[in-house]
Each structure stands twice: as structure tokens, then as C-alpha cells.
């Protein structure tokens, strides 16, 4: 049985034997600690039962793991010149099966009823490339999958970003739009030494438990989201003064925003910083007949 691929010597040697160049420019940074990667699977509390679905699996150092701990993988891959090396370093595990597909362009779902078609609990676990974080993340929720969360590597700072609480300075829109649609918690921050090459910036793994419905109820999502995203143009400035000059017609419709505000029991002068998701579908429901 050959040695996990995760570790620095098989890694380079993998590497060497496939006369492998990293490309910057698709955010590849491999994991190369076993001891890390075990962690990360262990976040998606996997069974035997479980499937996984990976965004990037590299030369596979993740996928072998997700391969031991779950009934079957199904990893989206763009890079073309990594295919003949994961058919190399994964001839050992037949229940993985990857996909040469541009994540943000392929049908997840149709791909999760052809390869999952017996399984009932599935997750999706990655360590993320850096350059798509957040489209990516966006994409796994808005598709509404039928999945039961996600568990992924991203950048400390972006992790920051979506576990946030209000009144914190990395609460904002992105906050918002996750906490929408999941429970979300940083659960581990990981050094830069366990990649090869070492990013730039630091690690954290998040996870992201799918709330079984919005955590707020309001009458038009897009709206909703429209609304929260102004409310944090520009950081310092009031509530009011956002919504005036981000909204479109915000300027003609003053003293409706005024209105609704006050219908949503916000004072104008507070900062979108400041306000929770209750009170984000309050104003933005108020808002609505104005700007429909
Ligand atoms: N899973 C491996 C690991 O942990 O060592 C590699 C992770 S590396 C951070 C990100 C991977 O995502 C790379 O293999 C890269 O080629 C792939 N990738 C980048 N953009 C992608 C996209 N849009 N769709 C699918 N895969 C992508």
C-alpha cells in the first residue's frame, strides 16, 4: 500500500514523476499534512454512507482521505493536465470519479442525481482555490443543492467574513448572504507550512450547516440581498445615507427610506454594520413597495 499522498516526499515525488508546474492563476496550493486533512474530514462528520462532493482535489491528497471515509466522491477538477496523475495516485480507491468541469459552469445537480442517485447524506468538502472563494460558496447555496453543508478551506480573512456577528468589523453583506442559508462556523485556522507552494495570505476552515429554511422569511430575496449590500457601501457612513445614494432612485425616495425605516423600528443614523438579519428582511420588506 503506497504511503498517503499528503505528505511533503510523495507530494514532490508525485510532482516530479508528472513534470507537474503549479498555475498561480487557478489558486493551486496543495495541502501536504495528513494530520490536517484528517481534521478538515472530520468537521463533515462523514459515515460510511456519506457521499462527498470536492471542488479541486489537486493531485488528490483530499479526495484519498474522503475516498477511505465515505461510500463515494465526485470531484470537479479544471485543470486538464491533472487528470492523468489523480487516475494515477487514485487507482487505488474506486469510488472516485472526477469531473474536467469549471465548477462555476457545471450542472452540480444534475451530476449529484447521476452519481449519487442511493445516497441520502452528502456533503461537500475542499480546500478551495483562493481567486473563486466566494463565488464558489455562493454558487453551492444559490444552486440549492441537496446537500447537508460544507466544509472548506478559504482564506482566514474571508472565513472571518461569513462566520461574523453584527457589530464586528467583519460583519457585512457576504455575512449576511451565507448566515442566510447555513449555521456558519470557523473551526480550524491552518499555517501557511502545510501547502506547497505557501499562499500569501493565511488558512481557516469554515463549516456550513444548511438551515432546513431561510433564517429570515422575506417576500423577495433579490431585493433582500439588494438591500443588505447597500447598507454596506461605504462602512462609515448612516444607514440613511447608504440606502439614499445606493439604492436606485434612493435619491428621489428619501423620505420613503425615512418611512420604512421607521416602520422597521431602525433609527436612520445607526450603521448597517450594526443591524441583524431580523432587522435587514424587516427594513427591506418595508422598502419594498417603494422600489418595486
Ligand atoms: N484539493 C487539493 C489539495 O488540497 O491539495 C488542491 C487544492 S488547490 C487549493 C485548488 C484546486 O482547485 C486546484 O487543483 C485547481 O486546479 C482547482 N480549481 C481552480 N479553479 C477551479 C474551478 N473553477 N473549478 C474546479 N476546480 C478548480
Do not use: W
Amino acid at each position: 500500500m503506497n504511503k498517503d499522498i499528503a505528505t511533503p516526499i510523495r507530494t514532490k515525488a508525485i510532482l516530479e514523476k508528472h513534470g507537474f508546474s503549479f498555475k498561480k492563476s487557478l489558486g493551486q496550493n496543495f495541502l501536504i499534512d495528513t494530520n490536517i486533512l484528517n481534521r478538515i474530514v472530520d468537521h463533515a462528520e462523514l459515515t460510511p454512507e456519506s457521499g462527498a462532493i470536492e471542488i479541486g482535489p489537486g493531485i488528490g491528497a483530499l479526495t484519498e482521505q474522503l475516498a477511505k471515509r465515505s461510500e463515494k466522491v465526485l470531484a470537479f477538477e479544471i485543470d486538464q493536465r491533472l487528470l492523468p496523475i489523480l487516475a494515477d495516485t487514485l487507482a487505488p480507491y474506486s469510488n472516485v470519479k472526477i469531473i474536467n468541469e469549471d465548477v462555476l459552469k457545471a450542472d452540480i445537480i444534475a451530476a449529484i442525481q447521476q452519481e449519487f442517485a442511493n445516497i441520502d447524506d452528502l456533503m461537500v468538502v475542499a480546500n478551495l482555490p483562493y481567486y473563486v472563494t466566494t463565488p464558489i460558496i455562493m454558487k453551492l447555496l444559490e444552486d440549492q443543492l441537496p446537500i447537508r453543508g460544507i466544509v472548506c478551506m478559504l482564506q482566514k480573512e474571508v472565513a472571518e467574513r461569513i462566520s461574523a456577528s453584527p457589530g464586528t468589523k467583519s460583519y457585512g453583506s457576504l455575512s449576511i448572504a451565507i448566515q442566510y442559508y447555513t449555521k456558519a462556523e470557523t473551526v480550524m485556522i491552518v499555517p501557511k507550512s502545510v501547502f506547497i507552494p505557501q499562499p500569501n495570505v493565511d488558512s481557516a476552515v469554515i463549516r456550513l450547516t444548511k438551515l432546513d429554511q431561510p433564517a429570515v422569511k422575506v417576500q423577495d430575496e433579490d431585493f433582500f440581498f439588494t438591500v443588505t449590500r447597500a447598507s454596506f457601501a461605504q462602512r462609515r457612513k448612516t444607514i440613511l445615507n447608504n440606502l439614499t445614494s445606493q439604492l436606485e432612485k434612493g435619491k428621489e425616495r428619501k423620505e420613503f427610506i425615512v418611512q420604512a425605516l421607521n416602520q422597521a423600528g431602525i433609527e436612520p443614523t445607526r450603521r448597517g454594520e450594526t443591524l441583524g438579519l431580523e432587522e435587514f428582511a424587516r427594513l427591506a420588506d418595508a422598502l419594498l413597495p417603494h422600489f418595486r
